[in-house]
């Protein structure tokens, strides 16, 4: 049995967490972390990190970057591995979860679906394959409360293209230059409507031919999914560093 703490328990994600653990027969959230520190469920919920008198095998967050100074506090200080979901940190806190990782496992993916993170790895499967006559185009659809753009999702992806062809320059914004297209251009474009959960398309426009590659989410619940998936990966990990999704697939 995986026991984890759930920081952010009462938000959107930690509620769907919550059930998911509530129907599993290997995970279970031994505590909860909530700034709206009220009991929702069977397991105790507290205010903040340092209150928290629990140990568990794996700290799950899906809260606000202004919480990550105390978890990653709680998690070295008890060596206890992290999986951290939420998403907007700034360079400084990125290099803050860097340092921690020199002492405590963590996991982090701008996505924690499984399905987005193996078309990450088709993605660079395909690049050398298709070669530099494959012009790559990224394309991304959320819901219209999504505040940033583009999502950091096409960012990793489009990060995979260019890792893979070992050069690439990331376009946003074809609106205000009057020019072709660079080789090694990567166009990432943002739409933003409805409720759309997140889609992500990867399109290799070559002579004569396209391949796209497209992952849909439908519901929240596959980020949740992907988050248990790899709170029990991280669980059995005893070796401090930075671990994502391509080390579970
Ligand atoms: N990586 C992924 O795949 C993925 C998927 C979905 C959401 N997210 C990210 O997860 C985060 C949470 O998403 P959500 O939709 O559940 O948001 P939400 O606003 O519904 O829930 C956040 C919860 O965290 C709590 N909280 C806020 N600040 C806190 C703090 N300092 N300490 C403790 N608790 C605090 C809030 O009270 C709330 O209950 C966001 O950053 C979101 O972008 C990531």
Redesign the pocket.
């Known amino acids: 049995m995986t026991n984890i703490i759930l ?8 509620r769907m967490i919550s059930r998911i653990c509530g129907e599993s027969d290997d995970v279970t959230i031994a505590a909860g ?4 520190a009220v009991k929702l469920d069977a397991y105790p919920v507290f ?2 990190f340092p209150e928290v008198d629990t140990v568990a095998d794996a700290v799950v967050d ?6 990550l100074k ?1 978890i990653l506090e709680f998690c070295v200080t008890k060596h206890i591995p992290l999986v951290l ?4 940190y700034s360079e400084e806190q990125l290099a803050d979860i860097r340092a921690a990782s020199k002492s405590v496992p963590i996991f982090r ?5 499984v399905g987005i993170n193996l078309l990450t790895e088709l993605i660079k499967k395909a690049v050398p394959v298709l070669g530099k006559n494959f012009d790559v185009e990224i394309i991304e659809q959320h819901h219209r409360t999504k505040i940033d753009a583009p999502s950091g999702t096409a960012i990793m992806l489009a990060e995979a293209v260019k890792e893979a062809r070992g050069a690439g320059e990331f376009v946003y914004d074809r609106h205000s230059v009057r020019q072709q297209r660079g080789a090694d251009e990567i166009g990432i474009s943002s739409i933003r409507g409805g409720t759309i959960v997140g889609e992500h398309s990867v399109i290799f426009a070559g002579p004569d031919e396209v391949i796209e590659l497209k992952h849909t989410a439908y519901s ?1 619940e596959v ?1 949740a999914q ?2 248990v998936r790899a709170a029990k990966y991280m669980a059995g990990i005893k070796e401090p560093g930075m671990y994502d999704m391509s080390d579970i697939i």
């Open positions: 920081s952010g328990c009462n938000g959107r994600m930690g972390v909530d700034v709206y205010a903040s899906f809260s606000n970057p202004s919480a105390s979901c939420t998403t907007g993916s701008f996505n924690m679906s929240r980020f992907g988050a």
